[in-house]
């Protein structure tokens, strides 16, 4: 009760107070603090994907901006030789304005990775996004076939379907690439699974038919029985290490990240930076409100 009560005044608080629990999350500020982290990640074996952290936008000339600071971050990154891809989120690049601006946005910022034979993430959204993001991604992966992938959400009662409408996407010279999560947003239970059980149900059902179907995945969570499951169906299809991932939230389950890696299998982090730390900092804290009452102990007990 007390943590939900602090995660929802979080907003009012003052920023230096947030930061105290979001630098463990957020690389920080720059490029620079992204490349440092993302160092540390590589020299730990451990693999990223970068996420300029954005708000909602509201013009075409703010999507501009973000196609910009992505085509620069693609640039530094492979000068500084990091091991990871990117992430982005199409309603940074206007999808909600101007489909189309939003298409030739990504298209650039695909095209940019593809000359470095680099890897663009597209991740879902809300329900409203979902078609169009599937659509979008189509339409990218028909031009860059290796150089692009998406997400898929295990809450959606929808997406073994979109699944099996996007076999078609798949073959063996190049397998399609999902990164396979619970969601994130809040939605109606007429369109998804709300419960704890059902979601990793559906997770894993998700999970099956992409190994069945020799589908690369991105496995991302950090929830143990998740990890348990995904072992077992690796072990059940014999699933070659170059066909999945497991991926968790850079500051997230450290621990079980790095039980992960000692047992051999790859692990990507996702680095998330910029200057925009305060909303996706008191989103995270909303989703996760146990974690309020650490920031309490931060500020209350020094040292
Ligand atoms: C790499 C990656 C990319 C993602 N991309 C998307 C996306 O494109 N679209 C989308 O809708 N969602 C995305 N998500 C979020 C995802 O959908 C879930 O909301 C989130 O990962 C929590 O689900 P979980 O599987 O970890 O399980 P949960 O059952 O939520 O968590 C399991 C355990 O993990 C720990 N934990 C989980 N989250 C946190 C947190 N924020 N802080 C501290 N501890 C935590 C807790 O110990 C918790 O008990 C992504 C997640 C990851 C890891």
Redesign the pocket.
Known sequence: MFNKFIAAILPWFPKKFIWIFSRA?ISGETIEDAMQVSRELNSKKIKV?LDVLGEFIKTLEEAELNKNEYLNLIETSYKNGIDGNF?VKPTSFGLLIDKEVCFNHIRDIVAKAAQYNGFIRI???DSPCTSDEIELFRRLKAEFPGNTGL?V?AYLRRTLKDLEEMLDLNSAKIPVSY?L?????VEKETIAFKK?EEINTHFLEDLEFMFRNKIYV?I????KP?VDGAYKLIEKYQVPKEMYEF???YG??PRLRDSIVNEGHTM???VPFGKQWFGYSTR?LK??PK?ASHIIKAVFYKG
């Not at 991302?220 to 929830?223: L, N, Q, R, S, Y």
């Open positions: 999350y994907t992430s991740d879902m959204e997400v959400q990164r999560c619970k969601g994130i947003y704890y991105g991302a969570t950090h929830d998740l991926q968790m939230l997230v389950t990507r982090i996702y995270r989703e996760n974690m």
